[in-house]
């Protein structure tokens, strides 16, 4: 090799290790403007420090069968095991900066929950040095109190009964924290503490847009506060233009009719008025007969307003979808989830190959094993629980 040659050949070396720093550096820094710190990247700093940032898996044998991009956010690997551990940091920090909570004087969190907010909210206050007081209804699965329990919670099953009822469970949780006494009592109020959205506002929405790099042409989940469906909605919306957002429901649940049609009852009803459980479902943690503070967010225009429709899911399908994922994908999905997924295949089928659908996995089925995972439970309630065939199966279609 002759010494020009040399020069040229060490002048290309040099030249590409500079551009292969620069791209590092590039990304780093780009990685730090967005928060897209890799788990594998850094050390988290204690157990908040692992909240968010969960990745899209694709979940292949729907994403196969519509030749639709069917993507779901893994939320039950968060440290906490369900999406309620970002409302859960970011409500208690926002409280810390308020004076509200103050770590290790006794401060105590009150929250009623059907389980996994609770679950979150007491991993988070033993992190940060918080008593913890969960009011739940007692027909939820008995492994939700018990983890409760061992993350040093003080727990209450109470009777299931409407949310105009004293006895309601959201109404003891406010109530306890007003009557503390022995130190600060702060009551979370998920359903009604615009706190809820903004914390999906500004870490779950920014993550989906992230990783997909803004190619989203529908976002489908459930409410049970409202909290995530808005947030995500009114982020995405506002960058992606054409993004669709749809409602998926339990049986039993007037969201979907009110999302569809205007009305939550019949006209012989008025909403929020009636003094029974309201929403007849096996399904855990959505579905209401009332509009929270943080879904009606969404309904600024009317009825519909910032949605697009909404797809009403049987328990039937929700119990065969679960069963479907774990057969075809390996997927151990909980309630919520599988109805997510039984509208995002109705929305899919709906909006034709080549679409990309997100949607959530709030959390796995190990929360589930005593109810939605009881094959003996969901069979006497007569549902099948044979993994179907066929997705011909699910019967639910896109409402438009």
Known sequence: MDRSTACALALCLATGVILYRGRRLSSAAEAQDTGAVTRAASVANGVVGLIGNTPLVRINSLSDATGCEILGKAEFLNPGG?????IALYVIEQAEQK???V???????????????????????RAKGYLCHIVMPSDQAIEKSQLLERHGATVERVAPCSIVDKNNFVNIARRLAQEYREGRGYFVDQFENPLNFEAHYRTTGP???????GKVDAFVHGSGTGGTIAGVTWFLKQRIPGVRSYLADPQGSGLANKVNHGVMFANTEREGTRRRQQVDTLVEGVGLNRLTRNFARLLPQGARGMLDGAVSVSDADAVRMSRWLMANDGLFVGSSAAINCVAALSIARHLGPGHTVVTILADSGQRHLTKFWNDAAMAELGHSVVAPQSLDEFAQLLSA
């Open 82 to 86: 369900s999406s309620k551990d970002r």
């Open 99 to 101: 004076g509200l909570l």
């Open 103 to 125: 770590p290790h004087t006794n401060s105590c969190i009150f929250e009623g929950t059907s389980g996994s907010t609770g679950i979150s909210l007491a991993m988070v206050a």
């Open 207 to 213: 993550e989906i847009l992230r990783q997909t790099r």
